[in-house]
C-alpha cells in the first residue's frame, strides 16, 4: 500500500526578512516539525507586509497544496496586516472575538494596559479556529487550510506544538545522509544517478559539497524515501559508492 | 527628484532547504548586497529541484521585477536540473559551451578528471553570459534579467562580485534601527503608525520584539526611507518615541 504524499507550503510575512535584517530560521523549524507527521514543505514564499501581496500568496499556495503555514504579521502594529489579509482571502468578516480577547484580558491584566493596539491581535476573522500562544498569549489561527502564526520563532515553536493535532498526514519521507570525505561531486555523479534511476522513483538522492577550510572537503549523499527498506539499501548503496573510491564514508545520521 | 524603485526577486531552489536540512542564508547575502546598489528584494521564493517548479517560479518572478536572482541547481549531479530549466524558460537551445568548457578545462587538468558529469556545468543556455565563479570555477550565468548562482553560500558571494556592474539600480532605501529596553509593542504601536502617517509614505516603520532571557525584553524599531533627511528625523522621532515612556533608547547602527 502507497499512502498519499501531504504536501504544505510555507508563506514567511514580513519587510525584515526581504531586506536581509533579520534571518529567517522559521522555515527550517516547520519543515522538520512537519516531516514526522507525513507532511512535506514542497514549497515556500517570503512576502512583504503588504496586503495584497499576502492575499496572492496565500491564494495561489492554499489552492495547490494541502496546507499552508505563514508567519508574522499578527502583532498589534500597524505593520500587522496578516489577519486582516486572511479575512480578505476567505471573504468573511474579521474583528475582535470574545474568545481571544478573553485570553489577551487575563495575560494584561494588572501590569500593562490592554489598550486599542493590543486588542488588535484579538482581531480574528470568522470561522477560524485558535492557535494557542504559550510564549506571549496573543493567539494565532487556523482559517480552512491556512495556519497563521506570529514571526518570532520561538512563538512559532510554541504554536506548533497546538497544531500537530490538527494535521492529517501522509507518507513520512525520511532522508539518510552518508558523508563521504575527500570525494568530489563529478566523480560520483554518474554512479549517483544510476542508483536513484534504479530505485524507480522509491528514492531520491541528492549531493551537496561540504567544505572545512584550509583542506577538507567532501560531500553530503541525502537519500530520502517513504519505504523503510528502500531507504536502508540506498544509505548502503551510497556507502559503498563512496568507499569504491577508497575514500572514508561515514553514516552520519539515523532515519530521522 | 525621486528616484525610481528597483525590485528584486530571489529564487532559492533546492529539496535540501524544504526539507530542512538546510538552513539557507543566501536570501540575507543578496538582499544585504542588493541594498545599496538601490535595488530592493521585494518577494522570495523556494522551490524543489523540479523543472516545471523552477519554470514556473521563474517565469512568474521575472514578469514581476526589475531583477530575478536564482541559487542552487547548477552543479555537476542529476539533482542540478536549473540550468535546463532556464533554457526552457527563456525559449533557447542549451548545450556545452566553449567558454564555459575552457573554464573547466583550465581549472580540471592534472589531478582531476573533467568527465561527462563535470562537463555538465559548461552547459550554458544560449544567449547567456557568464558569472564568474572564484571559488570552484564553475560558472554561474546571466540571461535575460535573470542572474543564476550555484547554492554554496561561499561560491553566492564570490559571484555576486561579477554581478554588481550588470545592476542598474534606483533609490538606496536605507535603514536606521532603535533599540528600546523594557517597552512593549503595544505601548507604542498607536504613536508609532502615527509616525508613519506623518511621513506620507516617505518613512516605513516596522517594529520588532527581542527576548534576552531570563527577563529582559524590549523593541527593535526600524526606520527605511530613500529619503536621507526624512531618515535622520524618523530616528530622532523613534528615540523620543521610547525615551518619553521613561526607558532606555539606543542608536544601534548608521545608516548602511
Known amino acids: 500500500m502507497t499512502q498519499r504524499q501531504v504536501k504544505a507550503a510555507v508563506l514567511l510575512i514580513g519587510d525584515e526578512i526581504l531586506s536581509g535584517r533579520t534571518q529567517d530560521i ?44 505563514t508567519t508574522g504579521g499578527i502583532g498589534p502594529t500597524h505593520d500587522d496586516k496578516t489577519a486582516d489579509a486572511m479575512a480578505a482571502v476567505f471573504g468573511v468578516r474579521i474583528d475582535v472575538r470574545d474568545d481571544a480577547r478573553a485570553i489577551l ?47 518570532v520563532p520561538s512563538i512559532v515553536r510554541g504554536m506548533l506544538t497546538d497544531i500537530g493535532h490538527r494535521i492529517e498526514g501522509g507518507a513520512v519521507v525520511r532522508s539518510r545522509t552518508i558523508r563521504g570525505r575527500s570525494v568530489r561531486e563529478g566523480d560520483i555523479a554518474a554512479d549517483l544517478e544510476a ?5 524507480e522513483g522509491a528514492v531520491s538522492f541528492g549531493s551537496y559539497p561540504w567544505f572545512a577550510p584550509p583542506d577538507s572537503f567532501g560531500l553530503h549523499l541525502v537519500a530520502r524515501s517513504a519505504d523503510p527498506v528502500a531507504l536502508e539499501k540506498a544509505a548502503n548503496d551510497l556507502i559503498a559508492l563512496i568507499r569504491a573510491r577508497g575514500v572514508e564514508a561515514e553514516d552520519v545520521n539515523d532515519a530521522s
Chains 1, 2 share one sequence.
Request: proline share 5%; no cysteine.
Open 26 to 69: 522559521n522555515l527550517q523549524a516547520i519543515a522538520k516539525f512537519l516531516a514526522p507527521l507525513g507532511v512535506q514543505v514542497a514549497e515556500a514564499r517570503v512576502v512583504a507586509d503588504i496586503p495584497e501581496d499576502i492575499i496572492e500568496g496565500v491564494n495561489a499556495l492554499r489552492a495547490k497544496y494541502d496546507y499552508v503555514f
Open 105 to 151: 484580558e487575563a495575560h494584561y491584566k494588572g501590569a500593562t494596559n490592554l489598550n486599542e493596539s493590543r486588542l488588535r491581535m484579538a482581531r480574528i476573522p470568522d470561522g477560524a479556529s485558535l492557535i494557542a500562544n504559550p510564549v506571549s498569549r496573543a493567539p494565532g489561527f487556523q482559517i480552512g487550510n491556512v495556519f497563521v502564526m506570529a514571526g
Open 195 to 199: 542508483l536513484e534511476v534504479a530505485t
